[in-house]
């Protein structure tokens, strides 16, 4: 018999399925959060329904949260009445909540690794779909819809057909300057927006091996860009190192035994994959998007695509999407101007982020007229970029340093592009309209974007003299 | 069974951003989306949603890869309260797909060609019946004679049919979700992660 995927492993240790049933996968960590969830507790209360596990779940507020300072109020109405349903919805069903300015609060995937409640081996759910960043511990992670939040609430399961497995290698070394980012951007570029669809992708290989948990996570968290559910990558001495001393973990001795267990989540030798997809990484160079959707991927070093440089299927699209981001076909990245910079969300929020983007902020400025903001994604995230003084460093820069959330990724709070701005951004999507109605995104690494808020145009940190 | 008129919205990669913007996910209730549904182009008076031959249309038909992206359930409750039924197209995101069973919007999914030739259908008459049987699994142009297949597996058809909670379905699994507690320890952040 063949050997096992790390899916399967986790799929068969989680499935509860008698002959003839619906499989169901239980739960281990749900994470929730303002946006998605409110019409769900709605749900078990018309239902009389209760919370059946509020120790596996955890609650924060991220998507809408304004990311001034804690003491100015939520201006918007709206806004203002979900953060108070979720906090009531929590008092409710008994559910531990990290509010706007608590230490633990921030960005959903950004606050389960750090607090080390994402583990090995787990099948963790929340209604967002980049939940597929967890997937960097070895987990079994994907983003689920509220009628599914609502499923989760109550029974603590889920209704779940097998999906396929991809395996994503990718050998080789990464070149020097060239992220996490710029590889899952090539990923994404490779196999399309759908080219994911009922997989679940296993990115392996000796770049993905050499990366950092938080390049894993980035990694991870694009998985859905490309139409997969979940991204993993298998436990190694990284996962483990990164999870020794964490609040969630186990302590002293008792972590030994732990880490032990964890190490069994990888692929075995023979397993077989349904697809796989080979990559070199000393082919990958800095990415960035030039159209609407994430795929739409071309070289930092490149020109904007025209009608012959796609297929002929794609050729409506991309001219669709010229139209909306205002490019014209031969035009050199670089020489793309800019309004505004974006530095975070939870693709790119992270220390090791905020670290490479100050690298290259310190002792320069931004161009005028480009606004530039770095939103950390989370307390602890800023509190540790404030000990390093990444905070003085970007203000000096005149970077905007502000408080955790979701932010401009999506513009559901205050930070938003006005009509025909365009922005570099380290988040996921370069959909239409994402970062605020009319505005174009283009998606690069924190590398590239604080090098081009310092140059006015698309640059990476080594064009800076 | 959904019975009406189809819309040929003829985009493909239309994610759920586009489908509901995400200034509507602000709300905390389940109804009244419909007013945000493609909201951003709406405001073209050409857009396919506002020529009057295609008022009142239960049916969208749209390109490769529909409903990618975000997980928001907000766009099933978009086109369900804006009167949609049904959606055909050649493929279409996972999530979406998981999110409109839940909803009972009826999600079909046809190859290319047949999706082009449903739209020329649509675009020679738009007052033309469009049937989607979920329980024959056809799609069907009864005045024109054009019919096709469907892919539909059987759990999703019967929970159409019956209009089944799943919820209460899994909770009369109760014994079996105790069981399996009792075997697997609780996490050991369980109870120590605390605000």
Known sequence: MAGRTLYEKIWDEHVLAGPGETPLLYVDLHLVHEVTSPQAFDGLRLNGRRVRRPERTLATADHNVPTDPPSVPVADPVSARQLEALSENCEEFGITLFPRGHANQGIVHVIGPELGVSQPGSVIVCGDSHTSTHGAFGALAFGIGTSEVEHVLATQTLVQQKAKTMAVTVNGTLRPGVSAKDLVLGIVGRLGTGGGAGYVIEYRGEAVRALSMEGRMTVCNMSIEAGARAGLVAVDETTIDYLRGRPGVAEGEAFGAQAERWRRYVSDEDAVFDAELVLDASQVGPNVTWGTNPAQVVSLDGAVPGPADVAPDAREGLERALAYMGLTPGTRIRDIPLDVVFIGSCTNSRIEDLRVAGAVAAGRHVAPGVRALVVPGSHHVKAQAEAEGLDEIFRAAGFEWREPGCSMCLGMNPDQLAPGQRSASTSNRNFEGRQGRGGRTHLVSPGVAAASAISGHFAAPGDLT | ?195
């Open chain 2, 1 to 195: 069974m959904v019975e009406g008129r189809a819309l040929p919205l003829g985009r493909a990669d239309v994610d759920t951003d586009q489908i509901i913007p995400s200034e509507w996910l602000k709300r905390v209730e389940r109804t009244g989306f419909g007013r945000g549904l493609f909201s951003e182009w709406r405001d073209d008076p050409d857009f396919v949603l506002n020529r009057p031959e295609h008022a009142g249309a239960t049916i969208l038909v749209a390109g490769a890869r529909f409903g990618t992206g975000s997980s928001r359930e907000h766009a099933v409750w978009a086109l369900m309260d804006y009167g949609f039924q049904a959606v055909i197209a050649p493929s279409f995101g996972d999530i979406f797909r998981n999110n409109s069973s839940k909803q009972g919007l009826v999600i079909v999914e046809l190859d290319t060609a047949s999706v082009d030739e449903l739209n020329a259908l649509i675009g020679e008459d738009p007052s033309r019946l469009v049937v989607v049987d979920v329980e024959t699994r056809r799609v069907e142009v009864p005045d024109a004679d054009w019919q096709r297949a469907f892919q539909l597996d059987d759990a999703t058809r019967e929970r159409l049919v019956n209009g089944w909670d799943d919820i209460g379905l899994t909770l009369r699994r109760e014994d079996e979700i105790s069981a399996y507690e009792v075997r697997h320890a609780s996490p050991s952040w369980a109870g120590r992660v605390r605000a």
